[in-house]
């Protein structure tokens, strides 16, 4: 398994790959959180190894820039072909390339993301039904992130 997360102590953005899926997981600052055991139900992770949340999201662990990526190159290949009058490459050019988009969409395993604190669980044992992103649950984890900033008595940041 591998984690991507903001350390909540340091803030700083940090990985962690525990030796064991239910092994500790920590930050260089010193941070860490052993609670393996409880994150797991039935095999599936459940809960957010870095704060504990019990909602997670699924979602292809496929960065969206890549794929905007191979877009661009298709296009700018096949413009390339099109401007040497061969129409029948720049298409081939074009349809190869979102066919590499597709196969790698395909391909690429999902992840877990918290929606408390945006932790990233990539490579990690999932239950095949675990719900996709939800606009409402992500709407509430943003008022309770407020509210909580509001009686810290910082400013909510404008976003
Ligand atoms: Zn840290
Ligand atoms: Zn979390």
Not at 44 to 60: A, P, V, Y
């Amino acid at each position: 398994m591998h984690i991507i997360f903001q350390c909540p102590v340091c803030g700083r953005q940090s990985m962690s790959a525990p030796q064991s899926p239910q092994a500790a997981v920590g930050c260089e600052c010193g941070w860490s959180r052993n609670e393996g055991a409880g994150d797991f139900a039935g095999g599936s992770l459940s809960r957010c190894r870095i704060c504990g949340c019990e909602d997670l999201w699924r979602q292809k662990d496929f960065p969206p820039a890549l794929g905007l990526f191979f877009v661009a190159m298709g296009i700018i290949l096949s413009s390339v072909a099109w401007s040497k009058h061969e129409p029948a490459l720049a298409l081939g050019i074009l349809m190869g390339f979102a066919l590499l988009d597709m196969l790698l969409y395909t391909f690429m395993g999902d992840m877990l993301v918290c929606y408390r604190c945006r932790a990233r669980h990539r490579k990690t044992a999932m239950d095949d039904h675990h719900p996709k992103f939800d606009l409402e649950v992500a709407e509430r984890y943003r008022q309770q992130e407020r509210r909580s900033q509001e009686k810290a008595g910082s400013q909510p940041s404008e976003r």
